[in-house]
């Protein structure tokens, strides 16, 4: 009995765990069975309710997929009706096409041709500077050119004449008209821009281009040499009458490419630290040569004065010094007065010739450094050569251009040198000349008095 007990109260305990806070509040034992019942009759109605509900539910959701499965049905049905009504408009087009066809006749070679003018001319009319004073004119051209069944109207035909008609009439007319230029700041401005029928464009600052991509007038990036620049700046400022005018025929295409052309300083600059010291050398060995010819020109014109005063020495010139000499010594034998005044002209001749072996070792030593540059700058080629081969030629541009233009620097910086010091040379020689002259003159005189 004990043992039955102690079975009850722990299914009661289960129970009451179940049912919560009310096993709690039983009173007493029968109590704790009785709640223990009703439970289990309410959880028993509970799930017949739960089955019913899920019974009722299973049918609706029956009834939606017997809803779903007639929509996709009607969907099939609607898409074969579809298909075929395909099917028969593909069948329907492509006997109109062939009705068409038959229809046109020879027309449609003709409009063939007319396609194809209508492409030519938009290739032409998109890129020429006319499109710059007229915009907008080649839209038309495109559509009609990429149009491949399409029949061309009259009015398109019509556009399409007075398309080709404007470009032909505007071909041979200069004409001025305002419009907007981009400068190369990135800026724009609006400015009076010169036309040269389909040639060229120019304004005050010369050449301009017409981007056909972006539809823009900009400058030329870099203008060409300054008597074709005038040219155009004539062309510009002029109001009436003939200028004479450099005009590109290839509309443009020469232009660009001496936009690509190097100026002469990217010329000079390319002969590097060898180039800068023939450079050097060569505007020193210019300015010792131009020192040199106004001193020798000055010395030479006192030496003149002096010549025809010999009486009254000066010693602001080399022969009067040696007069001064021969003053001091007059008295003295031939021998020992020769001695002096040689001694005398050798004192004037380190002032006289200084400098002048200077200009002559710069001007020999010039071509040297050009040679060398030719060097330098072939070894810097096979260099390039070695580490990217010969795939690219501007690769090795730079260094043959560097071994070329040393070469010419130096040989121009030669020619200068040598011809000043030619110059320079042949004045020292003439005072030198001058003052052995009179020197031997002296001492001839001197002699004679001693034997007369």
């Known amino acids: 009995m004990k043992l039955v007990f102690k079975s009850l109260v722990a299914a009661a305990t289960l129970a009451v765990m179940a049912t919560g806070a009310q096993a709690q509040e039983a009173a007493s034992l029968s109590d704790l069975l009785d709640q223990v019942k009703n439970n289990r009759v309410?959880?028993?109605?509970?799930?017949?309710?739960?089955?019913?509900?899920?019974?009722?539910?299973?049918?609706?959701?029956?009834?939606?997929?017997?809803?779903?499965?007639?929509?996709?049905?009607?969907?099939?049905?609607?898409?074969?009706?579809?298909?075929?009504?395909?099917?028969?408009?593909e069948t329907t087009l492509n006997d109109k096409s062939s009705e068409l066809e038959q229809a046109t006749g020879t027309l449609g070679e003709m409009f063939g041709v007319?396609?194809?003018?209508?492409?030519?001319?938009?290739?032409?009319?998109?890129?020429?500077?006319?499109?710059?004073?007229?915009?907008?004119?080649?839209?038309?051209?495109?559509?009609?050119?990429?149009?491949?069944?399409?029949?061309?109207?009259?009015?398109?035909?019509?556009?399409?004449?007075?398309?080709?008609?404007?470009?032909?009439?505007?071909?041979?007319?200069v004409v001025r008209f305002t419009t907007d230029v981009v400068l190369l700041d990135g800026g724009s401005?609006?400015?009076?821009?010169?036309?040269?029928?389909?040639?060229?464009?120019?304004?005050?600052?010369?050449?301009?281009?017409?981007?056909?991509?972006?539809?823009?007038?900009?400058?030329?990036?870099?203008?060409p040499e300054g008597h074709l620049v005038s040219s155009a700046q004539e062309l510009a400022t002029a109001t009436s009458g003939i200028v004479p005018f450099y005009a590109d025929p290839s509309q443009g295409a020469i232009l660009g490419l001496l936009k690509e052309k190097a100026t002469m300083m990217e010329r000079y600059h390319a002969g590097g630290p060898v180039g800068y010291t023939i450079t050097v050398m060569l505007i020193?060995?210019?300015?010792?040569?131009?020192?040199?010819?106004?001193?020798?020109?000055?010395?030479?014109s006192k030496i003149k004065s002096q010549v025809k005063n010999p009486g009254n020495p000066s010693?602001?010139?080399?022969?009067?010094?040696i007069l001064q000499v021969y003053q001091e010594n007059k008295h003295a034998d031939a021998e020992n007065l020769e001695l002096k005044l040689d001694e005398a002209i050798l004192k004037e001749l380190p002032s006289i010739e200084s400098g002048i072996n200077v200009i002559k070792i710069f001007a020999a030593i010039a071509p040297l450094l050009g040679l060398l540059g030719t060097v330098l700058g072939m070894i810097a080629t096979f260099q390039s050569i070695t580490l990217f081969g010969t795939g690219d030629p501007r690769l090795m541009a730079g260094s043959i251009s560097m071994?070329?233009?040393?070469?010419?620097?130096?040989?121009?910086?030669?020619?200068?040198?040598?011809?000043?010091?030619?110059?320079?040379?042949?004045?020292?020689?003439?005072?030198?000349?001058?003052?052995?002259?009179?020197?031997a003159g002296i001492i001839a005189a001197h002699t004679e008095a001693g034997k007369a």
Do not use: C
Request: glycine share 6%.
């Open 284 to 300: 020193i060995g210019l300015l010792i040569g131009v020192y040199k010819l106004v001193t020798l020109g000055m010395t030479g």
């Open 315 to 321: 010693s602001s010139n080399p022969l009067g010094r």
């Open 114 to 173: 007319v396609r194809q003018a209508a492409s030519e001319a938009y290739g032409r009319i998109s890129t020429s500077i006319v499109s710059a004073q007229f915009p907008g004119r080649d839209d038309f051209l495109a559509e009609m050119s990429e149009e491949s069944k399409g029949l061309p109207n009259i009015q398109e035909l019509e556009d399409l004449w007075f398309a080709l008609q404007t470009e032909m009439t505007e071909s041979g007319q």
């Open 42 to 89: 309410s959880q028993a109605r509970i799930n017949k309710e739960r089955e019913a509900e899920f019974r009722s539910e299973r049918s609706d959701k029956q009834a939606m997929l017997r809803k779903a499965q007639s929509e996709l049905k009607s969907e099939q049905d609607r898409g074969d009706r579809l298909q075929q009504q395909f099917s028969d408009n």
């Open 403 to 439: 071994a070329l233009v040393t070469t010419a620097q130096g040989i121009i910086a030669a020619l200068p040198l040598i011809l000043t010091h030619s110059i320079v040379a042949s004045r020292s020689k003439s005072i030198v000349h001058i003052l052995d002259e009179q020197t």
């Open 189 to 223: 401005s609006q400015q009076e821009v010169v036309r040269v029928g389909t040639f060229n464009l120019v304004s005050e600052e010369g050449y301009l281009t017409f981007d056909a991509e972006n539809e823009v007038v900009q400058p030329l990036g870099r203008q």
